[in-house]
């Protein structure tokens, strides 16, 4: 596989974890507008134009997915 370095970013995962609230913020703006109108669409882009960066970035087409907590059942026993 093949690295690619971005010149600037060296932590791609970090710069775009800082960036989650931003993104969650403009999710709650969405949600404020209504359906389909521009001012929806725009947020909306935006959070799309966030998502493929982070993608094109790290590499991981679900970044700002919320992730399962694991199950604990199948892993190391303690004790």
């Known amino acids: 596989m093949v690295r690619v370095r971005y010149i600037g970013i060296t932590d791609a995962k ?14 709650d703006l ?8 521009a001012d929806f669409l ?10 493929a960066a982070a993608h094109y970035f790290t590499g991981d087409p679900n970044f700002f997915a919320l992730k399962p907590e694991q199950s604990r059942f199948g892993g190391p026993r303690e004790g």
């Open 14 to 27: 970090r710069v775009f974890a800082e960036l989650r609230p931003y993104r969650e913020r403009l999710i």
């Open 42 to 51: 725009i947020l909306h882009a935006a959070q799309k134009a966030l998502d």
């Open 30 to 37: 969405q949600g404020r507008c209504e359906p389909f109108h």
